[in-house]
Structures are given as structure tokens and as C-alpha cells.
């Protein structure tokens, strides 16, 4: 099972004389239960990309493919926003129904759940999102925190159990803990229900830590794809796309350039940690 | 550079008094009895949870928001006397989080004209300050551009340009780069450092980002409504901080300086850049 781009491309007002390409001929597959960081300036097309993971846009050419299922055909296209769920960029102003619970639930009741049914999701949802149904669900969205907010979205995405997590800038806004919220809550998540998760974040540090592959997006085209270590290792390639290096990748970089024999790819702090302590005798703590 | 030191000390520009304020009466203050100085020429970073206070301390330090209680002054001018703000507004300049919303006309250099034109300012002086903000953001070639065609972090250049103009004393960036790419959030903290360092200038940033705090002279905690903490940024992130408890978190080589000397390895307790943890570690793992 997998999603599979293939010469995906998106052309925005095609013909006219603003016309631009947004993504250009990408070929890319992600596994079921795969991690994907997704990564690149302002405007390489990221977003666009993953609006055609759930069929919300149409490719220009190309393809795109769900479990098999070429997304051109209409009923595919029904089942893929079954599969793969898409939280956008600042979600919480798409939040709607008078209650936290009406609002979760509507997703799984329109995909056919009785009410009941819908209600019983929708209250696992925030549990998964560490929101507490007693406290939460009769409350009007609008008077929750920022943060809370932001789970009560994705918990409503979460709702139509979607094989395919997608997330959009999921941490822009919040504060540290609010992040680190939202990476735990999706790195349980994975684990617990298997899913595959799709992250644009622009925060290197944070796919270095949490995601197992990553793409690279430069100017509409796939510059690179790949594991973790492969694209961390590269960083000559991150620093010509105007990305950030993770500061433990930049640490090591000095560090063999002052002749220390660094031996494995180091780009978290947790690796450098482990790192040091072994070098040095590994006093243990 | 002690003349230097001494002023960063003692000239207040802001100095906010057992400020408190509610939106709505009755309510839990947003902002608690809050005292603080804003000093010449410093970069102070505010940081704090979402819904901390942050903005609404921003607001008053240029009176787009008076005091419930409390006073608040720039340059000795209290805010809540109305004969002050347009000097006030003009003292002190404030850019916001989204560009989008920040931008008002459909040319860039208009836009960037737009705020001294306000002020009443002659139009050869506005045209030459147009050109000297701009070329401040580098940003000069795209003057006769559409700012909706430009990049996030292109927009908030022309939003400070656009602040610049009006030449303000204090520069206020309320998270400013949290809608950028890296590219973009590194161009305006070089921008904000650039116009410290060359023109003196007084900048108050607001940021989630606990590694641009780091680049501050001076580092504000802000929880509840309150200053919790107050100190350089090497204090306040030194190892043992108590910052998680007010939902921050360490910059990254901070996090590994702690985690090493937890290990026992020696590292200064208030080692926070890079180069630090480079000069502490390379002797140490060149022994072995
Ligand atoms: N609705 C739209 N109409 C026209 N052009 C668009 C539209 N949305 C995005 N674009 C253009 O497509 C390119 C890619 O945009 P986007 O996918 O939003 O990038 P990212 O998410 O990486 O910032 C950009 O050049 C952008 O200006
Ligand atoms: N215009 C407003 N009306 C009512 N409450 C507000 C308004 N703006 C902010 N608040 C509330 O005041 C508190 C502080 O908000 P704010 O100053 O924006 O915090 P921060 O900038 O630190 O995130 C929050 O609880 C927020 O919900
Ligand atoms: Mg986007
Ligand atoms: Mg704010």
C-alpha cells in the first residue's frame, strides 16, 4: 500500500498570462506507515502537492495514485479522502459546528456513521489529541485556546481514521510546547494506529527528530528524496535550496573540520549526545 | 564600550509602570501589574506561551492600547495623554505576524510611502525615504513591484520598509517570522541586528523561536500575564533553567549542553551557541 506521484504536475491559471507552475513532473512514493517530512522555501509547492494526495486538486499531468487506485477516476477519488486525511495550514479557522463534539463528528457522519457512532469517534479522537471529552466536548470551539484549537482539528481529521495522515505547517503559531504537543500527539499516533504521516514543517530540527524520510522541494521540483540521513547528510544541497541545517548537523561539520573523527551521520541532538558520550569514555549519567 | 554598556543600563526609551489590563471587565487581567524598561539601543526578545500577553504588552508600548491601571511612557511621553500619540506612533514602530494583512497598496514603493505620507511628511522627503528603506531591507529593485507577487518572507521586508520609513527609535517585531521559511525568518533577524548594531536602533522582539531569543541582548519570560523572568539569554537558558515549566523549551545546543553534563562531561553551565559547544567539545574528544 502507498501513495505514488508520478510526473505530477500542477500549472495554476494555465494559458493565461499569469500562469505559473507549481510543481513540476515529481515522482514520489510513500509506504503506508512511512514518516515524511516535506520541506522547502516559500512557494517550491508544497501545499500544492499535498492537496492532490487526498484528490483536492487535479493534476495538469501526471499522476497520482492511492493504494493503486489512479485518483483520474471519481469514485477513487471518494475513497482516497477516506484514506488520506489533509489538516490544512492554520485549521482552526475552519472550525464550524456550535461544539467541539459536533465538530469532530462531522466528518465520520458524513461518511454514512449514525450519530451515535460518530459521537463515540469523535470522543477517541480527542483522547488520541490529549483533549479531555468531559471537559471539552460541549464547549464552543471558538472560546478554546489557540492550541487546543489546533487539536480539535486535527482530531477532527483523525475522526475519519485516515490511513494517510497529511499535515500542513501543523506547529506555525504555536508556542514550544504547543509543538512539541502536536509532534508527540502524531509520533503516538503512527504507533498506535499505524498510519503514515505527511509533515510540511519548516522546522529542520523537528524532521531531523521525528520523521524517517524527507522531500525536498526547490522551485516546483523534487530536488531530493530520500531517508533522513541521506538528505541531512547532504547539507551543501539544504543551504543551495535556502534551507536551515540542524544545529547538531552544523556542530558535527565543525567538529570533523577541527580533525575529530566523527564516524556515523549526526543531525539530532539526541545522536550527538550519544555521540560525545561514547567518544569520551561514556561516563554514564 | 563601557559609555556603551553604561547607556544600555540606564536610558530607559520605555518604561512601563504596574501595568494592568483587561479586554473585558470582570475578567482574570491579561496583563497583572507588569514593570518593565525597554532601554536604548538593546534587543530585548519577549518569549512566552500563546496567549501569555505578549501582543498586548506590544500594544501599549505604542499606544494602540491604554493602561487599565498602571503607566506607561516613551521618552517621558505618558501614552495615556492623547497629545502624545502621533509622536508616540511615530517614536515607536510595530510589525506584525501575517504580511498579508500589513500591506495596503498595490505598488511596493507606495506602500512604503503609504505610513510617512500619513504623517504629513513633504513628498521629496518621503521619496528619499522610500529609497533609503528599502535599500535598508534589500529590497530596492522590487520598488515598482506588486507585493502580492513577492514571497512571505519578501512581504514582511517591504512591511518593515514600510515601518522604517516612518523612522522610527524603537522597532517592535510581534513573531514576525513565524509565517517565513528559514531563508525568510534569518533575513529579518539580520535586518533587526543590522539596524541595531549600524543605527543604534531600540528593537523589542517577540518570538516562539527560543533560538532568535538567543540573539537578544536581554530576554523577558512572559506566563499568565505576568514577567516571570528577566536576564540575558545565557541566565535565562542556563543549565538547570526552569523554562519548561512555562511551556518554552531550551535553544538546541542548550539541550545538549545539558544533557552532557548530566552525563558528567564538563561544559561551561551557560554555554548556548554552536561556537560554545565547539571549544568546549573539541579538546575533549580530541584526547581520545
Ligand atoms: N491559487 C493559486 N493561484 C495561482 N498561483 C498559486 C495559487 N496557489 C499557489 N500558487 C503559486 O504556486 C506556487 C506554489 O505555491 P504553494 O504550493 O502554496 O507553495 P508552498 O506551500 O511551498 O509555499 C507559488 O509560486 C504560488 O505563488
Ligand atoms: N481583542 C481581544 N479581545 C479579547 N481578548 C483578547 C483579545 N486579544 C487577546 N485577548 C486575550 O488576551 C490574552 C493574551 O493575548 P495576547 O496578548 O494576544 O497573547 P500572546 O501575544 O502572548 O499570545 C489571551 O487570553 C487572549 O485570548
Ligand atoms: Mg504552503
Ligand atoms: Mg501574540
Redesign the pocket.
Known amino acids: 500500500m502507498s501513495i505514488v506521484a508520478e510526473k505530477l504536475t500542477h500549472i495554476?491559471?494555465e494559458g493565461s498570462p499569469?500562469e505559473?507552475v507549481?510543481?513540476d513532473s515529481i515522482d514520489l512514493k510513500i509506504e503506508a506507515g512511512e514518516f515524511w517530512g516535506i520541506i522547502?522555501?516559500?512557494?517550491?509547492?508544497?501545499?500544492?502537492?499535498v492537496q492532490h494526495l487526498n484528490a483536492l486538486m487535479q493534476p495538469t499531468s501526471g499522476r497520482i495514485c492511492v493504494d493503486g487506485d489512479d485518483l483520474k477516476d471519481k469514485k477513487n477519488r471518494r475513497e482516497a479522502r477516506k484514506k488520506v486525511g489533509l489538516v490544512f495550514q492554520y485549521p482552526e479557522y475552519q472550525l464550524f459546528e456550535e461544539t467541539v463534539l459536533k465538530d469532530i463528528a462531522y466528518g465520520p457522519m458524513n461518511m454514512g456513521e449514525s450519530t451515535e457512532k460518530a459521537y463515540e469517534i469523535a470522543r477517541e479522537a480527542m483522547v488520541s489529541v490529549g483533549l479531555s471529552p468531559d471537559e471539552i466536548e460541549g464547549r464552543s470551539p471558538f472560546e478554546l485556546s489557540g492550541g487546543q484549537k489546533r487539536r480539535v482539528a486535527i482530531a477532527g481529521i483523525i475522526a475519519i481514521r485516515p490511513r494517510y495522515l497529511v499535515l500542513d505547517e501543523p506547529m506555525a503559531g504555536l508556542d514550544p510546547r504547543g509543538r512539541k504537543d502536536i509532534l508527540n500527539l502524531l509520533k503516538t499516533l503512527r504507533e498506535k494506529t499505524g498510519c503514515a504521516v505527511i509533515m510540511?514543517s519548516h522546522s529542520m530540527d523537528d524532521i531531523a527528530q521525528f520523521a524517517d524520510h524527507v522531500a525536498v522541494?526547490n522551485e516546483?521540483k523534487l530536488y531530493k528524496a530520500g531517508s533522513v540521513a541521506e538528505v541531512f547528510s547532504d547539507m551543501e544541497a539544504l543551504r543551495r535550496t535556502g534551507l536551515d541545517i540542524p544545529q547538531a548537523a552544523i556542530l558535527a561539520e565543525r567538529l570533523k573540520k577541527q580533525g575529530i573523527e566523527i564516524d556515523r551521520s549526526i543531525y539530532t541532538v539526541e545522536q550527538m549526545l550519544d555521540f560525545i558520550t561514547e567518544k569520551t569514555g561514556g561516563v554514564s549519567g | 564600550m563601557g559609555d556603551l554598556l553604561y547607556n544600555k543600563q540606564v536610558m530607559a526609551r520605555i518604561e512601563i509602570k504596574n501595568l494592568t489590563y483587561f479586554y473585558a471587565d470582570g475578567e482574570t487581567p491579561v496583563l497583572d501589574d507588569v514593570s518593565l524598561n525597554v532601554n536604548e539601543g538593546e534587543i530585548l526578545a519577549i518569549v512566552g506561551h500563546n496567549g501569555s500577553g505578549k501582543s498586548t504588552l506590544a500594544k501599549h508600548m505604542n499606544a494602540l492600547l491604554l493602561p487599565y491601571s498602571g503607566t506607561v511612557k516613551i521618552d517621558g511621553m505618558d501614552t495615556l495623554n492623547e497629545e502624545n500619540t502621533l509622536s508616540i506612533r511615530q517614536k515607536v514602530g510595530m510589525v506584525f505576524q501575517n504580511p498579508d494583512n500589513q500591506i495596503v497598496t498595490t505598488v511596493v514603493e507606495e506602500d512604503v510611502g503609504f505610513g510617512p505620507e500619513n504623517l504629513g511628511i513633504p513628498t521629496d522627503e518621503i521619496l528619499s525615504r522610500v529609497s533609503s528603506s528599502l535599500e535598508a531591507v534589500r529590497m530596492s529593485e522590487f520598488a515598482k513591484n506588486a507585493p502580492h507577487m513577492l514571497s512571505g518572507g519578501q512581504k514582511q521586508r517591504v512591511a518593515i520598509a514600510g515601518i522604517l520609513a516612518m523612522m522610527p527609535e524603537v522597532l517592535i517585531l510581534d513573531e514576525a517570522t513565524a509565517m517565513l521559511d528559514p531563508k525568510g525568518r534569518q533575513d529579518v533577524l539580520n535586518i533587526a541586528k543590522k539596524l541595531n548594531t549600524e543605527s543604534n536602533m531600540t528593537v523589542v522582539m517577540i518570538t516562539q523561536y527560543m533560538e532568535e531569543a538567543v540573539i537578544a541582548d536581554r530576554v523577558i519570560v512572559m506566563h499568565e500575564g505576568k514577567i516571570v523572568k528577566t536576564g540575558t539569554p545565557k541566565t535565562v537558558f542556563a543549565y538547570d533553567s526552569d523554562i519548561e515549566k512555562y511551556s518554552l523549551e531550551l535553544p538546541h545546543m542548550a539541550r545538549l549542553r545539558d544533557g552532557l553534563i548530566e552525563k558528567g562531561i564538563e561544559i561551561p553551565h551557560d554555554a548556548l551557541l554552536i561556537e560554545e559547544l565547539e571549544k568546549a567539545l573539541c579538546p575533549l574528544l580530541q584526547k581520545n
Not at chain 1, 522547502?40 to 502537492?49: P, V
Open positions: 495554476y491559471l499569469n505559473s507549481a510543481i522547502g522555501h516559500t512557494g517550491s509547492g508544497k501545499s500544492t502537492l510540511i522541494l516546483g
